[in-house]
């Protein structure tokens, strides 16, 4: 059974970073992609990057290119996102899935299995 553990949320003022931590057991973690994920209060999940098998290849929304920096650690089953730059916009609840699908089109991505959530918190 696939378990999916996120940490690193938190609290932080515009401008700030924080960076968010999803360990994965119960699942062949290096064999596939993993992404990170996004529900901002009153509005839907959306996807926001996400990371080839291997990490070599990772792929970011518009919204977060040049400031979220997605990686990924094999050896330890764990999956990280590191948020600089944060904006109120985004105020989220931010979720770590295993994907079925990572590629340059963002509305072709597609997702397994998520976890409970960490939440961000932006204020100005």
């Known amino acids: 059974q696939v378990q999916i553990v996120e940490s690193g949320g938190g609290s932080v003022q515009a401008g700030g970073s924080l960076r968010l931590s999803c360990v994965v057991s119960g699942f062949a973690f290096g064999d596939y992609a993993m992404g990170w994920t996004r529900q901002a209060p009153g509005k839907e999940r959306e996807g926001i990057s996400c990371i080839s098998y291997n990490g070599e290849r990772t792929y970011y929304v518009d919204s977060v290119k040049g400031r979220f920096t997605i990686s990924r650690d094999n050896a330890k089953n764990t999956v990280y996102l590191q948020m600089n730059n944060l904006n109120t916009e985004d105020t989220a609840i931010y979720y770590c899935?295993?994907?079925?699908?990572?590629?340059?089109?963002?509305?072709?991505?597609?997702?397994?299995?998520w976890g409970q959530g960490t939440r961000v918190t932006v204020s100005s």
């Open positions: 899935a295993t994907m079925g699908l990572c590629g340059e089109r963002s509305s072709l991505w597609s997702y397994d299995d």
